[in-house]
């Protein structure tokens, strides 16, 4: 007898995320999420692989007002594209993983500081690290005289090469416009170019790169690390790359303008200088890598965070240094109360009854509780 029920389930590219207190779908094809509730996150995470029907999802209420409440959400859900519904046949081939590519060089992005002070054989380090296959590449020049001292070798060097995106930072000159228009106009293989401590803006015609002016006054060090919203990526390659990986230091490679290897370049720990040891081999050594393998399942806080396989990791600057699991210290969002810094009703974990001891998470229900009820009613 031929089956005419249908059944709902999620689309592939949704990926439902339970947090503390609310949870959401991400859609990593469309680039967006949804917010919804803990109970619904639950049960579709725990009925993955069920042939799930309407009157399936009805049981999750017990009142006419939670049936109303699940039918509209359902309804939402199904005209928002985020869950469908469809016969037995269409629902086997919704269950299918997606395609995702894993790493295939030794490291994937490189940062580059460089300064009128910087001796090290750059030129070299780009044919380097061609090999090895770096795709992206930042190159922060501190001052303008470095610049004007290496852009021509690094055009030359770069003409066949492994990157596929370029990223220059330069501070702010008045002689940039003209090299802009003369020099690196025709530079394809830039892809950005920032200009930082701007103090105006240049006239330019078309080019080839995206320019931004910034009127932060430097690139040093204390900038790196910010946790925002407009930083998260809802992809398929940082989903499944971030949910293996550390988000932010796995396959990350740091030059110091003095030539010192880092794994990025805030970190104070150098594993020796570029001019001396061998490149291809320190970046392979477990010391090296001690931190790829810390994912966001395993930072405190983190890991109740709804947010946490968008959002990207900083492990240099951490709430407390002493624990290497502790949370960004410059991420101001509070998972146990869904509040950022900047919004009404913002308290610290700490305030809120949140606390840890012997890496474990404690939390004050009662405290919580009542602080939650007081903001959401
Ligand atoms: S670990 Fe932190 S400081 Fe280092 S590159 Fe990442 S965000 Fe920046
Ligand atoms: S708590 Fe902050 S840093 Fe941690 S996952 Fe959430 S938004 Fe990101």
Request: charged share 25%.
């Amino acid at each position: 007898m031929i089956d005419h029920s249908t059944y709902i389930t999620l689309y592939p590219n949704v990926i439902p995320v339970r947090g503390f207190s609310r949870s959401i779908l991400m859609d990593l094809y469309l680039n967006r999420f949804l917010f919804i509730p803990n109970y619904l996150c639950d049960f579709l995470m725990e009925n993955k692989t069920t042939d799930l029907q309407r009157k399936d999802f009805m049981k999750l209420g017990e009142s006419e007002i939670d049936f109303a409440e699940i039918a509209g959400l359902l309804d939402h859900l199904m005209t928002t594209d985020y869950l469908t519904e469809v016969d037995l046949n269409l629902l086997e081939g919704l269950r299918v993983d997606l395609p995702f590519k894993s790493e295939d060089s030794l490291i994937n992005d490189c940062i580059i500081e460089l300064s009128e002070s910087s001796d090290w054989d750059l030129n070299r380090f780009l044919s380097e690290i061609d090999r090895i296959g770096v795709k992206f590449l930042e190159i922060r020049f501190l001052d303008f005289e470095s610049f004007q001292n290496f852009h021509s070798l690094i055009r030359f060097a770069l003409q066949t090469h492994s990157i596929e995106f370029l990223h220059f930072l330069v501070p702010f000159n008045p002689e940039l416009e003209d090299c802009i228009a003369t020099e690196l106009v025709n530079f394809h293989r830039l892809n950005q170019l920032t200009i930082y401590n701007a103090q105006s803006q240049f006239e330019l015609g078309e080019t080839a790169f995206q320019i931004i002016f910034s009127t932060q006054r430097s690139i040093d060090h204390s900038h790196c690390g910010c946790i925002d919203p407009s930083y998260f990526a809802y992809n398929v390659q940082s989903y499944y790359s971030s949910r293996k990986n550390n988000s932010c230091l796995s396959f990350k490679l740091s030059i110091d303008q003095f030539g010192e290897i880092k794994n990025c370049p805030s970190k104070k720990e150098s594993f020796g200088n570029l001019s001396e040891i061998d490149l291809e081999r320190t970046i392979q050594l477990d010391e090296f890598r001690k931190e790829w393998h810390i994912t966001k399942e395993s930072i405190l806080i983190c890991s109740d965070c709804e947010f946490r396989w968008m959002c990207s990791d900083c492990r240099v600057f951490i709430q407390d240094e002493s624990n290497p699991l502790s949370k960004p210290a410059k991420c101001g969002y509070n998972p146990y109360i869904n509040r950022w810094i900047n919004e009404e009703g913002y308290r610290t974990e700490t305030e809120c009854g949140v606390s840890i001891s012997d890496n474990q998470i404690r939390i004050d229900h009662e405290k919580l509780n009542q602080l939650n009820s007081q903001l959401w009613t």
